[in-house]
């Protein structure tokens, strides 16, 4: 998405060229339309689409913002201008309340809410004496600079376009950074990302903001278009529509709102009027044609309309402009030898089933250290607690002398522990380079405003500088432009490797990294990690491939059956006969 790169200053010098052209007034009346339900829909797509957060709540939000400026203008004489930051205000104050209270559910319940939600403000407008009750607010004055009024053709067409225009921009800038990277990952690698030191809940109520604030913006747009505010524009039914355009367009792509939007305004016009032709009755047909196009949009072309452009647009490869960009700031390591983490008798129950029991190791700085049993034997389960993943029954966990027990994966993450996952976890649709970039997020400061405005670019440069050291570091340098869901699951795990390797680890955990890799790819493997324990990094490593388990470690924690069997040198370990007994049912 990020790559397919646009040519903005020609598209804003578009926009007056078209006002201009010999049109009808009647298409740029259409145009003015679907500009403003363009911009609606491009909240939906940075908050359902890429963040995958699904709502009905948009027109909400447009309501909003149309009804402040209606009730301001038309009761205290306000300007309009200074009307639209009362309502982004009151927009962002709505929208700030709704996600605290909705964004914690999860599957149906989400939607579920911001239906409940957009009811509750349909009702409440229609009730309201000072609104209008269901007649609404009447006689508002179209939007004018100074004595020039802006009215309800091509200038307006210029304003909303033009602001349709900057906003698309701006999502696409912001999309390509940072911030915009932990947007992405939102949809489907929350857990990874929180092992990253991401804040997710965090970036969940942002994009929820943003989105509501463009549709109160849109809102303020049709008030001063329309010259009259109701109900009707703002309910259930319009969340709907909203959703509905973003969806066939294209929800997971920016200029899907466009296409969306232009195509479900022009065919709800045609059809009103061919329909009653073809059927001889009148009647709302067109929505039964706009249901039926939904179900064949969502079966044959799932990513929407601009998906069939996208595909035959050349993606670009990342240019590599930041040889000279400075490298990012690290951590303190701890000298070598001394203690890095110290597990103490930590438990995990389930219910009646005790899953790990009172297990308990140390490791030290420049140190391997290995946690190895047969299945089963709750070596995960070990690593999910350490990690803050899952929450300790009983038992204390320290890092660095600091009792991390807890704590949340991600402040875990921002005090130097990186991990790797049994399944890998990654981003699909975003190439190598930008997984393993965000690991380095909290190395990183820039935020959505940076993102939006492109002054970001030199932590741009600093994040992908580092992403590109650590790919290379493990030996996949020359895949950091792939897909990430295009590699083997060998190259995915090593793109895990150098993406925890980015967050400038003390202790770096990995879980199984030699599942799925070939024997090269193995001994690659090794040398990096007998390099990073040269380096005075410290490795927790669970693995199932003894030959790579005895070759690296310094020191081996057996576990069988959720408890602590023994531990020692790898030399100790391969003559013991308890560790004979656990993997082969037999001492002999």
């Keep these: 998405m990020s790559l397919l790169r646009f040519k903005w200053p020609a598209l804003f010098a578009l926009v007056p060229v078209v006002a201009v052209l010999p049109m009808p007034d009647f ?12 911009l609606t829909c491009l909240g939906l797509v940075l908050l359902t689409g890429v963040a995958g957060l699904t709502s009905f709540g948009q027109a909400a939000f447009v309501g909003i913002g149309a009804y402040t ?9 306000i300007s309009p201008w200074l009307t639209l930051f009362v309502g982004l205000a009151l927009t962002g104050i709505s929208a700030l309340v709704v996600a605290l209270i909705t964004l914690r559910m999860s599957g149906h319940y989400l939607p579920l809410a911001t239906i409940a939600w957009g009811l509750s403000l349909y009702y409440l407008m229609g009730n309201l004496d000072a609104l209008g009750k269901y007649d609404g607010l009447l006689g508002l004055k179209s939007l004018s600079i100074g004595s020039f009024d802006i009215g309800q053709g091509r200038p307006f067409f210029v304003l909303t376009w033009l602001l349709l225009i900057a906003s698309a921009m701006g999502f696409d800038r912001l999309l390509d950074s940072r911030v915009g990277r932990v947007i992405r990952s939102l949809k489907t ?3 990874m990302a929180e092992a990253m030191g991401i804040n997710t809940f965090r970036y969940k109520v942002i994009t929820f903001v943003m989105a509501a604030l463009l549709a109160s913006v849109a809102g303020w747009l049709m008030a001063h278009f329309q010259r009259t505010v109701n109900p009707s524009a703002f309910g259930l039914k319009m969340g709907i529509e909203y959703l509905f355009m973003a969806v066939v367009g294209g929800v997971g792509h920016i ?3 466009v296409v969306g939007a232009g195509l479900i305004k022009l065919l709800d016009d045609q059809l009103q009027v061919l329909l009653p032709k073809l059927i001889g009755t009148s009647g709302s047909y067109e929505v039964i044609v706009f249901g039926i196009a939904l179900v064949m949009v969502l079966k044959y072309l799932p990513d929407g309309l601009w998906s069939l452009v996208a595909r035959w647009v050349p993606r670009r490869d990342r240019e590599v402009n930041w040889s000279a960009a400075a490298h990012l700031s690290e951590r303190s390591k701890p000298a070598r030898g ?6 103490q008798d930590i438990r995990k129950q389930f219910g009646g089933l005790v899953a790990v029991n009172d297990i308990r190791f140390q490791i030290k700085a420049g140190q391997i250290v290995g946690l190895i049993g047969p299945n089963g034997a709750g070596k995960s389960t070990t690593f999910n607690l350490i990690t803050g993943v899952l929450s300790l029954t009983s038992g ?3 890092f660095r002398g600091e009792t991390i027990s807890g704590l949340p994966s991600r402040e875990i993450a921002r005090r130097g522990m990186a991990r790797t996952f049994q399944h890998v976890k990654m981003i699909p649709d975003m190439t190598v380079l930008e997984n393993v970039a965000l690991g380095a997020y909290s190395r990183g400061h820039q935020g959505v405003l940076a993102g939006m405005l492109g002054t970001n670019a030199r932590e741009e440069q ?3 500088k580092e992403a590109q050291r650590q790919l290379e570091r493990i030996g996949i340098g020359h895949l950091m432009h792939e897909l990430a869901g295009n590699l083997a699951m060998g190259p995915q795990r090593l793109m895990e490797i150098a993406r925890a390797l980015c967050a400038d680890p003390a202790l770096l955990l990995l879980d199984e990294p030699a599942a799925g890799l070939r024997h090269k790819e193995k001994q690659g493997l090794a040398d990096v990690l007998r390099q990073l324990r040269d380096e005075g990094v410290s490795i927790l490593l669970v693995e199932h491939d003894m030959d790579l388990v005895m070759q690296v470690c310094d020191h081996l924690v057996v576990m069988e059956f959720g408890t602590l069997l023994t531990e020692g040198t790898p030399e100790e370990i391969q003559q013991s006969p308890v560790v004979r007994a656990a993997y082969l049912g037999t001492e002999h």
Excluded: K
Aim: charged residues 10%.
């Design 396 to 398: 204390v966990v320290r």
């Design 462 to 464: 600093q994040l992908f």
């Design 338 to 343: 001394e203690l890095v983490l110290e597990v």
């Design 255 to 257: 200029w899907g709102a």
């Design 27 to 38: 298409w740029i009346f259409q145009l003015n339309y679907i500009g403003l339900y363009a």
């Design 69 to 77: 400026t209606a009730w301001l203008t038309l009761n205290l004489d």
């Design 189 to 191: 690698g929350t857990q």
